[in-house]
């Protein structure tokens, strides 16, 4: 059985990201390079979200990981 995500923090994180590149999510919130998976997720039952960048930008993505609108930070962590 999936082990619960562990909010990194509460608050989004800040990312820059390049058109077409892909980017994993780190869902689980173990990852030591938030707010990207860097594989803690082993055993816990949990997978990053993988995503393609449509354009280049700065994008929000959820740091508490209670968020409804996966990778993206829906303002959740402030009912935690
Ligand atoms: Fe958290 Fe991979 S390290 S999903």
């Given at each position: 059985m999936?082990?619960?995500?562990?909010?990194?923090?509460?608050?989004?994180?800040?990312?820059?990201?390049?058109?077409?590149?892909?980017?994993?999510?780190?869902r689980?919130?173990?990852?030591?390079?938030?707010?990207?998976?860097?594989?803690?997720?082993?055993?816990?039952?949990?997978?990053?979200?993988?995503?393609?960048?449509?354009?280049?930008?700065t994008?929000?993505?959820?740091?508490?990981k209670?968020?409804?609108?996966?990778?993206?930070?829906?303002?959740?962590?402030?009912?935690?």
């Open positions: 999936a082990q619960d995500p562990i909010p990194a923090q509460l608050g989004p994180f800040e990312l820059e990201v390049e058109a077409g590149k892909r980017y994993s999510w780190c689980c919130g173990r990852s030591k390079t938030q707010p990207l998976c860097d594989g803690s997720h082993k055993d816990t039952g949990l997978e990053p979200l993988t995503f393609t960048a449509e354009k280049t930008e994008l929000y993505l959820c740091g508490c209670d968020t409804g609108d996966e990778p993206f930070c829906d303002g959740s962590h402030l009912m935690l």
